[in-house]
Structure formats: C-alpha cells, structure tokens
C-alpha cells in the first residue's frame, strides 16, 4: 500500500508543479491527468480489498471500516464531479479556476489518503509526499 499511496501523491505532485504555472501545457495536463487517473483507480481497488477484510473480521475494526468507507465514497463522489465538470479542454480555457479547483481536490486526496491510511494501516509511517 505505501507504494501505491507513493505513487498517487506523486501524480498529485505533478498536477500540482503544472498548477504552479501561468498557463497550461496541455500536453502535461493530459498526461498528468492520465497518470493521477490510474494511480486512484488502483489505490481505491487496493483500498476497497483492506476495507472488505477489515469488514469480514468484526469489531473495532469493522467499525472504523464502515466509517472509513463512508467518507471514502464522499472522496470518489468529489473526485468524479472534478474530472467530470473540468475535462481538460475547459481547464485550459478558465486555467485560474482549475487551478483553485484542482488545488482544492489535492488537498482533499492527501487528507483522505492519509486518514485511511491511520485507520487500515496505522504501522506504516506518515508519508513525506
């Protein structure tokens, strides 16, 4: 999990440093975008496996389960409306509110990832991404 968690906070990083930019290169966005897509894609199948064994063995942890799996479809709802309402042609049009938008969702992604990882694996370290 610490490197699939690796991988999606570095896709982020990379929308982030084109966020930085004055305009966009639609190149990068595209790619980054594709990037950042799989690397959710794969973190939520690995995280929906962690969830369903917490599940399946009961107690404290199926709780924290249920509760993380709550906020879990919040964060996929939020991510879906993102790439729905900004394809990449309408990002490259209104760049300064993509720009406030997409930092908004990293922000968003970064506390979700990092409060599924206290509750389904507290002994891995705190990521530095």
């Known amino acids: 999990m610490h490197e ?4 999606l906070l570095q896709a982020i990083g990379a929308i982030e440093n084109l966020l930085a930019l004055p305009s966009c290169d639609a190149a990068c966005l595209s790619r980054a975008r594709y990037q950042t897509a799989r690397a959710v894609a794969a973190r939520r199948r690995a995280t929906d496996l962690l969830v369903n064994a917490a599940l399946r063995e009961g107690g404290a942890s199926a709780e924290a389960a249920r509760a993380l799996r709550s906020s879990n479809l919040d964060m996929r709802m939020f991510y879906t409306d993102h ?5 990449t042609a309408r990002a490259i049009a209104e760049w300064p509110a993509y ?3 997409s930092r908004r969702l990293a922000a968003a992604i970064r506390k979700q990832v990092q409060a599924e990882r206290d509750l389904l694996y507290p002994q891995v370290p705190p990521l530095v991404a």
């Open 83 to 87: 790439t729905s309402a900004w394809p």
């Open 99 to 101: 720009v406030a938008a």
């Open 4 to 7: 699939i968690d690796m991988t």
